[in-house]
């Protein structure tokens, strides 16, 4: 199984997916962003790599020169080492393959070098052309560079470094920056350790790098830590291995960087360019991205902690990227992952696809907490978004298990296509009247318009060029083509046939599909917002939408189906929407008469008084959709407020609620709900047949 790159997308796929991404949709942004869309091509090329476990995803690319703490290159023959002794601006050697001119000292030859004693202003080259590996056995040593790389390797077949038991080492440069290729292609040493061969770390003592203007450690080749506690501080990138960069065994290593933490910058092999995590600790503190692979970032059996660029809320440049985790091909996290995320941007970012298979991953972001151009996977772990402006957004977004708990200002769950580039870092979704809106979205103070009437905006004007009585204008300006159904308000609250979009939005190529796990949405735009379908087949899904009549807590513009599982959404009335009518399993909604403020219980019952599920809000909310097997279509249930919610699950459902002092507020017959009062919910018999909705009263009604 290969990883690829997205593919080339036409200039009329674009076109088209930009145009539809117009139309659809409900999202707020209060940042300046931008977005584009090439999710077709992107959905494409990301087939290969939806849903792969770390381990499929290293056997897809290249393999690194070390196995890691075993790898024969960490083992020797003490009897056979040279001594090599640094003493302030020069050093003496034991034996062959070491020469002396200054401060600058050179191995020439393969074999193995204890390095002890400080070099106060010089450097240690590596400038070995024969075969063999030079291994550098650092044991209490420090070399400080004023004018270029403390460490370099400058030719080598095998070039390894060792931190002697319990040893403490230092390399340090303290010059400027020098003239280096962006991805690392010069040979100029440009690092505190710098090698041009395949370098190993390995060892149990430390480590610390400093470089004032230029990467801490820098391999052109590959990097593999696989031992050692190594801190690095660094002007440039922190860690950067050009074919890859892997973390292994028991390292330990700690990054504080002005751009991007760990680094793979190979852009020409598919196979190569990745950064992976798969043992030990990593603690990164970056000016940009916290870890940036050119193919896929992999994280598996390692601990993760990552705070990029300031962390949610900090300003970043509109060039900049400051996302957690970055893989342009591919993100995998799995196994026993223990991953935490601070960041400006997304916490987790892939232009192709992001799979989580495993672990405990923490996400706080000044945008998507997980973003992919295509694929979307999760099928097993612990998944938190604790801030984020969109949490999970992918093109095709598959949760198949774990469990995931989202946290948004804007939409919790979003498939649609492109990228979302936010330029201040602070993107809030608006609420309670202030922000800004995008084309098509219904700001904060908007109130919904009774049935059949035209809404009327903020500032007391009407759709359309504000004259009384004008229909509301089409996109630029245009009257809208063909007749509204009969007794339907403009945006095709009644008319819509089950499956359709709202409000005439077209359905694109995305999808949203829940077949297992447990997700609970606390989103202030739309719950769950598919641009496309929504399928769910099994698994536990809790949503509180929001309180912006705007959004609702689903909001689907193609097929919304379901066949098993649970389904407990909670939000505004304004944009309502419940699952299409040919669903196999029941589900039933309703407008609840009063609303119920947070804090309130709400109980589904059976209309013999059973309690089916009982549920705090934890926003005011209108709307209340529920499915699960005990739900049967056409039979009537009873919404009440109030009473007691019992022992929740993990998931804040309780089936041992009381409605001991809990008033009615709605009677529902399951599989009939006529929508939202804004006019953007649907789901009218699959007959064609339109409905109504009493608000007032909290009954849901079908009519013919």
């Known amino acids: 199984m290969r990883l690829r790159r997205p593919t080339t997308v036409t200039t009329a796929v674009l076109t088209a997916a930009l145009t539809a991404a117009a139309l659809v949709g409900c999202s707020a942004d209060t940042g300046t962003s931008t977005t ?140 400027a920056a020098v003239d280096a290729d962006a991805d690392g292609s010069t040979d100029e040493p440009d690092a505190a350790l710098f090698s041009s061969a395949d370098l190993t770390i390995g060892g149990t003592g430390s480590l610390d790098v400093v470089s004032a203007a230029t990467d801490g450690i820098a391999s052109k080749d590959g990097l593999v830590i696989a031992g050692g506690d190594l801190t690095v501080d660094a002007g440039d990138d922190g860690v950067r291995g050009k074919d890859y960069l892997v973390v292994t065994d028991d390292a330990s290593v700690t990054v504080t960087a002005a751009a991007d933490g760990l680094t793979s910058t190979n852009a020409d092999d598919e196979t190569m360019g990745y950064v992976a995590i798969l043992g030990g600790t990593v603690d990164v503190t970056s000016g940009d991205d916290g870890i940036q692979a050119e193919t896929d970032a992999v994280v598996a059996d390692a601990t ?105 200002s804007d939409d919790g769950v979003n498939a649609a296509g492109g990228t979302s580039t936010g330029t201040t870092g602070t993107r809030t ?44 204008a089409g996109p630029d300006g245009e009257m809208p083509s063909g007749e509204m159904p009969d007794g339907a308000a403009p945006g095709g609250q009644a008319g819509a046939q089950g ?97 119920a403020a947070a804090g309130t219980v709400v109980h589904v019952l059976a209309e013999d008084g059973t309690t089916l599920v009982s549920y705090e809000v934890t926003k005011d909310t209108q709307n209340v959709v529920y499915s699960s097997p005990e739900i049967e279509t056409g039979a009537t249930y009873l919404f009440e407020t109030g009473g007691t919610l019992g022992t929740p699950d993990g998931s804040g459902l309780s089936s041992d609620g009381t409605t001991d002092g809990a008033t009615p507020a709605a009677t529902a017959v399951a599989g009939e709900f006529a929508g939202g009062g804004m006019g953007g919910g649907r789901r009218p018999g699959t007959d064609g047949s339109n409905g109504s909705t009493d608000t007032a009263s909290g009954t849901t009604t079908s009519g013919a």
């Open 304 to 408: 993760v902690t990552i705070a990029a660029a300031g962390g949610p809320g900090t300003e970043v440049a509109e060039d900049a990227s400051a996302k957690g985790i970055k893989g342009d091909v591919g993100v995998v996290v799995g196994g026993s992952a223990t991953v935490d995320v601070s960041a400006a941007d997304d916490g987790l970012h892939s232009n192709g696809a992001v799979s989580v298979s495993g672990g405990d991953v923490t996400l706080a972001s000044g945008d998507d907490g997980v973003h992919a151009d295509g694929d979307l996977t999760i099928t097993a772990g612990t998944l938190t978004v604790s801030e984020s402006v969109e949490g999970l957004e992918g093109a095709t977004i598959t949760l198949a298990g774990g469990d995931v708990d989202i946290t948004a």
């Open 499 to 595: 499956g359709g979009a709202p409000g005439g939005e077209t359905a694109g190529d995305y999808s949203l599909t829940i077949s297992g796990g447990t997700l609970v949405v606390d989103a202030g735009g739309d719950g769950l917002d598919s641009n496309g379908s929504l399928e769910i087949t099994g698994g536990t899904t809790v949503v509180q939408g929001p309180t912006n009549a705007g959004n609702g807590a689903l909001d689907v513009n193609g097929a919304f189906t379901i066949s098993g599982g649970t389904l407990l959404a909670a939000g505004s009335s304004g944009m309502a929407v419940a699952p299409d009518t040919d669903s196999s399993q029941g589900w039933v909604a309703a407008n609840l008469d009063q609303g």
């Open 36 to 175: 584009t869309s090439d999710a077709a091509a992107a959905t494409t090329a990301s087939t290969a790599v939806a849903g792969l476990t770390p381990e499929e995803a290293m056997a897809a690319n290249a393999d690194p020169h070390s196995s890691g703490a075993d790898d024969e290159d960490l083992s020797w023959d003490e009897s056979e080492e040279v001594a090599l002794s640094l003493d302030g601006d020069s050093a003496q050697a034991d034996g062959d393959g070491v020469t002396v001119d200054g401060s600058t000292v050179t191995i020439s030859q393969a074999g193995t070098y204890r390095v002890t004693g400080d070099l106060t202003d010089g450097r240690l080259v590596v400038a070995s052309s024969g075969d063999g590996v030079v291994r550098l056995v650092l044991d209490g040593a420090s070399v400080t560079s004023s004018t270029t790389s403390a460490l370099v390797v400058e030719d080598a077949a095998t070039a390894v470094v060792v931190l002697a038991d319990g040893s403490t080492n230092r390399l340090e440069a303290t010059g």
């Open 429 to 472: 979704a608006p609420q309670g009247g202030t922000g800004t809106t995008q084309d098509g979205q219904a700001p904060g103070d908007f109130t919904p318009p009774a049935d059949g009437e035209r809404p009327t905006l903020p500032d007391g004007t009407v759709p359309g060029d504000g004259t009384a009585g004008a229909p509301p």
